[in-house]
């Protein structure tokens, strides 16, 4: 079959790429040149390329129609665009996305886990990730501390025939990923729990981005959900176990008590009880989702012995509730959080503590409740610092900054925006005592680690010099 991909963005380039690597022939195009494109992305595409695709960039694609047999069309075409009507007027077919997640799925030769929901999915993928290698698993791991782009994550996996390397894929799966993985069949699925953020994307729908989110409901076999989510999933199956901290009412529930997570279970739709604990030292939201790998772990059938293992030698993940170390008797610790009720479960680990919170610009890609994020920091901080600059699009958007600040007014923090996490590490020193805790949150941390990490302790050794 001859494809032609309209677009070579997010969608288009792993669409793009499960065609060709089902052998088919595929052309992708584009309006923009090659050039026009992120580094990273040219990268991706010059693989494509060496590959056996065809790219037709920046150019008339009306030319190239003869004989193509099928289009796939990126869900950022406008339904009015002139390229849908010229695939229209040819009588193309039309590839959906769940075609192409069908392809996937038919690939997949082995047995698959898959997280998804707002918070706590990367973690929750690491720590059952660590459980299935105490079993003696060879696993795949998918999450966003491989690559942001989940879906080219999973095709580079399946291209580099890591499926036929494992013996278990446990995949995160955000929500734009969940298009290209819709079809997938999944052993067990898990949704961790759901709540607003990405809204622009679904027309400032909640129910809208909740309908995206439940498609995991539908493709496992086992669902595993936290209680949050109860009152969405209730209306589309009765046999879902749930999981919770400090509550009786779920059939998984986990408590925490001097060093120890205990996990009670008693899941009578898989015929299993019982109780075992585990040394834990994580702070903050680890905890919660130690609870929904442990659920998960024990639905796919593996024995308390090997949850145990892996609860005790997970470490945790970089950029999730680090610590870096030392500096000056400051306690440097590095996160990820910006979803308001994810900031709140971080700051309530040091809520008893000098606390200093320093914030990258919460927008990213995609616009954010600054105010809000400002709100909740301040209830929790003695300083705030928060950095303009969006460590995603490489932009300085000061006046994101004076919205987090902005939303603290009402806090008796010292606050001030800065253009840059150098400048916020080095004031953090400044504005901080021996005993503080120094902590970043914002998502830098996930979409651009290294840098944002590597700025911000410059600017913290370059502070120990200035001010002690």
């Known amino acids: 079959m001859k494809c032609i991909v309209i677009g070579a963005g997010n969608a ?14 595929v052309i992708l195009t584009d309006k923009k040149l090659i050039e026009e494109f992120p580094a990273s992305v040219q990268k991706t595409l ?11 960039m920046g150019s008339d ?10 289009a796939y069309i990126s869900p ?34 082995l047995d698959v886990i898959g997280i998804t929901g707002t918070l706590g999915k990367t973690s929750t993928t690491h720590i059952l990730s660590e459980i299935f290698k105490n079993a003696g698993y060879k696993v795949w791991t998918c999450s966003s501390r491989i690559g942001n782009l989940l879906s080219e994550v999973i095709v580079d996996g399946i291209i580099g025939g890591l499926h036929k390397k494992n013996n278990i894929a446990v995949l995160e799966l955000p929500h734009g990923t969940s298009r290209l993985m819709s079809q997938v069949d999944l052993n067990v699925g898990v949704i961790t729990n759901i709540y607003p953020d990405h809204l622009d994307e679904f027309d400032y729908s909640m129910e809208k981005y909740i309908a995206r989110k439940l498609f995991i409901a539908n493709s496992s076999k086992i669902l595993i959900s936290g209680i949050q989510c109860k009152e969405y999933i209730e209306p589309l199956r009765n046999n879902t176990i749930y999981y919770c901290a400090e509550n009786d009412n779920c059939e998984v529930n986990g408590k925490l008590e001097k060093g120890l997570i205990d996990i009670d279970y008693n899941i009578p739709e898989l015929g299993i009880k019982g109780r075992f604990e585990s040394p834990f030292k994580l702070l903050g939201y680890y905890f919660e989702n130690s609870i929904a790998a442990s659920a998960a772990a024990l639905a796919y059938g593996l024995n308390e012995t090997s949850i145990i293992n892996g609860l005790k030698s997970f470490k945790g993940i970089a950029g999730h509730m680090e610590y870096i170390g030392n500096y000056k008797g400051r306690k440097v610790h590095f996160d990820a959080a910006f979803v308001p009720e994810g900031l709140i479960n971080t700051l309530e680990s040091f809520q008893d503590q000098k606390l200093v919170v320093l914030i990258d610009n919460p927008d990213s890609t995609n616009p954010r409740d600054k105010y809000k994020v400002g709100e909740v920091v301040g209830r929790y901080a003695d300083v705030i ?5 969006n460590e995603t699009t490489k932009k300085l958007d000061i006046e994101a900054a004076n919205d987090v600040i902005n939303g603290a007014a009402d806090s008796e923090a010292i606050k001030m925006s ?21 902590l970043h949150v914002g998502p830098g941390a996930i979409t651009n680690y290294d840098d944002v990490k590597s700025k911000m302790m410059m600017g913290i050794k370059e ?3 200035k001010y002690e």
Do not use: F, Q
């Open 385 to 389: 610092i928060c950095s303009g600059y």
């Open 418 to 438: 800065v253009e840059d996490m150098i400048t916020a590490g080095d004031l953090s020193i400044k504005y901080s005592n021996p005993g503080c805790i120094i």
């Open 46 to 56: 010059k693989i494509m390329e060496k590959e056996g695709i065809e790219l037709l």
């Open 463 to 465: 502070g120990c010099k």
């Open 12 to 25: 288009g380039r792993p669409a793009a790429r499960i065609l060709n690597h089902t052998g088919n022939k």
């Open 76 to 109: 950022t075409v406008p339904e009015n665009s002139s390229i849908r009507h010229l695939i229209h007027d040819n009588h193309i077919k039309i590839l959906t996305n769940e075609y192409i997640s069908e392809l996937i799925n038919n690939l997949l030769e």
């Open 61 to 70: 694609i009306s030319s190239c129609m003869e004989n193509i047999d099928s």
